[in-house]
């Protein structure tokens, strides 16, 4: 009789342990299926236009054109043309590339609709085609934008917001030789002391926004001056 009961005892107690082990092993193996939808799910795609600015700031779509007589639509043509085997079929795609010839509309029509093709990530083919052939360089220019505007350089505009910025140099640069100032204006010795903004001061501002707002992946400095001295509330 008490063979039996503890027979009983130990064959309920194994039953437990396994069903508990079982249980234990339902879960953890839910769990990894569960995790693993996440794990192995498919990454969003994205337009191409999009991505450009995720992965590739430094650059920008060239805005389109009517006519590609623009220099940025002429050096991406030639570029198209250097590339060789004319991947997108554009007719007269497979000349000699000379850098003066203006971009073709069937070329421009096509960057515009590549560029709006949504792609897993920056890998993709079409991507790569997208960035060498239909971009320019961003600008620092290109970055002011919301609050704030690049100020105007013409003798009637912008005045009083030229005088603050100039004010605004002159408290940064306090060196008056001659090229003691940071941007090296060709005047500063003798324009430091005025209140009212040189013109050389103006055109400085100008030519620095028009300048690469990149180098490489990360701002360049004058990219946070031109936003501190040649900018006025939008």
Known sequence: MMYHTCLAMIISSTTKLVASSLASCSVAVGGLLVGSQYLWKNPEKKSISSLLKEKNPEKRLIEKSSTGSESEWKAAWKNYLTSGGNIWSIDGGDKQPN???????DFIQKCLDKSNISVDNEQDTIYSQVLNYCTRDTLIKDLIFGSKRILVNASDKDTSEWN???????????NTSKNGDKWALDDWDKKHSESNAPDSFKKKCVDKSTNKAYSQKSLVEDYSLVSEWCTTNA
């Open 99 to 105: 850098g003066t010839d203006n971009a073709p509309s």
């Open 164 to 174: 603050a910025s100039w004010a605004l140099y002159k408290s940064k640069n306090t």
